[in-house]
């Protein structure tokens, strides 16, 4: 060992420099410095685009709220004067500015506002560029994992399952800072957010979430709110009664547009139609009458009637006569030859009076064809009856249909005079929820006005910076992260060249055993 250096004879030396040997340090560093700035370039380049690529730009969006000294922090002016003491003046604590850093910092004020937004607005937008397209499927493939472990570890039980909108209300808790300035009664809220218009409305509709619920803490509550429900209660209900009153006026079946007019017409009409009817009964049993004369003479004619005869003469009594001719010249015979009180004259006698009576028992003359028709009078009298009986159906559908339109009449001013009560109920009522709905509605104007000034006064928290956007994005930061990726990059040098060092250390042996003699030159 000479001049500060290491010389090991007959076997590999296991190190090649000492961690106190400056000039071998140096030494490495002359000969591999291109490879130490090619590794410390890289890896701050590489940093840089995995930054870019992955995570992206992130604004700051700050806001600044003034803690304003409002009547919500004045003492009572009346516990002063139960004490006896004089009211206090109006002094700023600490404690105030405590509470608008608590109020800001409600969780709830957080689910709100993404509640409010909306998942939509979340969204990520489609990628347009081949960078886009990139970026974004480093995000997917990052949240795939993220995704597979987050449901490893509910499987696992070391966690619940969430809703996007529970999510995205716990990464925008994460980003959210409320601190207040020291030795100022300022309130700082930050938000650290890609979009920055997007955390720009992200951080006012908090804001204005938070002065609300602070003006609810504040406010009596109850007053505007219970006319504001009463009023609309007021106005629903005039709705359904002119919807009501309406309907009744303008009803298809029986329209009441004014009782008082409509009322003479009916009884008018009813009276007409009572009338009309009386005249049809009058019809009605004239025509009865009619019918039952015309149905008993009709009852005394036959349907037939004899129109002709035709008579010849009586061939039996021609004969009779010719026989008795006979008999009374054999008499004047047998009277000459036997005498006139012979048998034979009184047998011819007999014959002879037997003739004469039976000659005086036939008819000279014989009908030979009868012709008969239809009696006229008869078929006249039974179509004046059908006729009548025809119009008897008329008179009684007439009277039947006067009848029902009598009915519906009655009916229809039965209804109307109902109808007439509820439209009178129900203008009553629209008059008095005109009436309390202007009574209600001046009420609300007053308590609104009053409640605007009380929440004028009520408004301890004043915005002095609305909320805006960094025009430079605080993350990532160029400087750190080209400065840690320079570092990797060196770390990664270093390897290497422990690396080469140690395979150059530990070539192959040549036999004899190698001499190897390493050190600095004195």
Not at 67 to 94: D, F, H, I, K, Y
Not at 197 to 224: C, M, N, S
Not at 234 to 258: C, H, K
Request: proline share 6%.
């Amino acid at each position: 060992m000479e001049g500060g250096g290491t010389t090991v004879i007959g076997r590999p030396p296991k190190t090649t420099w000492l961690p106190s040997d400056l000039l071998g340090i140096l030494a490495l560093a002359r000969r591999y410095w291109v490879l130490a700035l090619g590794c410390g370039f890289a890896g701050a380049v590489a940093l840089l685009a995995a930054a870019v690529l992955i995570g992206g730009p992130s604004y700051v969006v700050s806001a600044k709220i003034m803690v304003n000294l409002g009547p919500e922090m004045v003492g009572s002016p009346l516990l002063a004067t139960l004490q006896g003491t004089p009211a206090a003046p109006a002094m700023l604590r600490p404690e105030d500015s405590t509470t608008g850093v608590e109020i800001f910092n409600n969780p709830r004020l957080i689910r709100e506002t993404v509640e409010s937004l909306g998942p939509d607005f979340f969204a990520d937008e489609p990628p347009g560029t081949l960078l886009q397209r990139v970026k974004h499927a480093g995000r997917q493939a990052i949240r795939a994992v993220q995704g597979a472990l987050r449901e490893a570890t509910i499987a696992l039980g070391l966690r619940p399952r969430i809703t996007e909108t529970e999510r995205m209300t716990l990464a925008i808790g994460a980003a959210l800072r409320v601190e207040p300035v020291r030795r100022t009664d300022i309130i700082d809220v930050t938000l650290a957010f890609p979009d920055p218009r997007a955390g720009e409305l992200i951080l006012g509709r908090f804001i204005d979430l938070a002065l609300a619920g602070h003006v609810r803490a504040y406010r009596l509550p109850g007053v505007t709110e219970f006319l504001r429900d009463a009023l609309a209660e007021r106005r629903a209900e005039l709705r359904a009664a002119e919807d009501r009153l309406l309907a009744l006026r303008t009803r298809r079946e029986n329209p009441v547009w004014s009782a008082a007019e409509q009322r003479p017409v009916l009884i008018r009409s009813e009276a007409e139609l009572q009338q009309q009817l009386r005249q049809e009964h009058t019809a009605i049993a004239a025509t009865e009458a009619e019918i039952g004369r015309a149905e008993a003479a009709l009852a005394g004619l036959p349907d037939e009637i004899e129109l002709g005869r035709v008579r010849s003469r009586n061939a039996e009594t021609d004969a009779l006569r010719g026989r008795l001719v006979q008999l009374r010249l054999d008499r004047v015979a047998q009277e000459a030859r036997y005498g006139e009180n012979s048998p034979e004259i009184n047998d011819i006698r007999r014959q002879t009076e037997a003739l004469v009576a039976l000659l005086g028992s036939e008819e000279p003359y014989r009908i030979d064809q009868i012709t008969t028709g239809i009696n006229q009078l008869h078929q006249s009298l039974d179509r004046d009856l059908v006729g009548k009986r025809i119009l008897l159906e008329g008179q009684r559908g007439r009277a039947r249909q006067l009848e029902a339109e009598i009915a519906r009449l009655r009916g229809q001013m039965g209804e109307m005079e109902a109808a007439a009560v509820e439209i009178a109920v129900l203008e009553q009522t629209v008059a008095r929820l005109t009436r309390a709905i202007e009574l209600y509605q001046n009420g609300y104007e007053n308590a609104r006005i009053a409640e605007t000034m009380s929440a004028v006064r009520l408004s301890g928290l004043r915005v002095v910076m609305p909320p805006t956007a960094e025009i430079i994005p605080s993350s990532p930061s160029i400087r750190k992260i080209g400065m840690l990726g320079f570092a990797a990059g060196l770390m990664m040098a270093l390897g290497l060249i422990l690396f080469r060092e140690y395979r150059a250390a530990m070539g192959p042996p040549d036999g004899g055993g190698a001499q190897t003699v390493r050190g600095e030159a004195a």
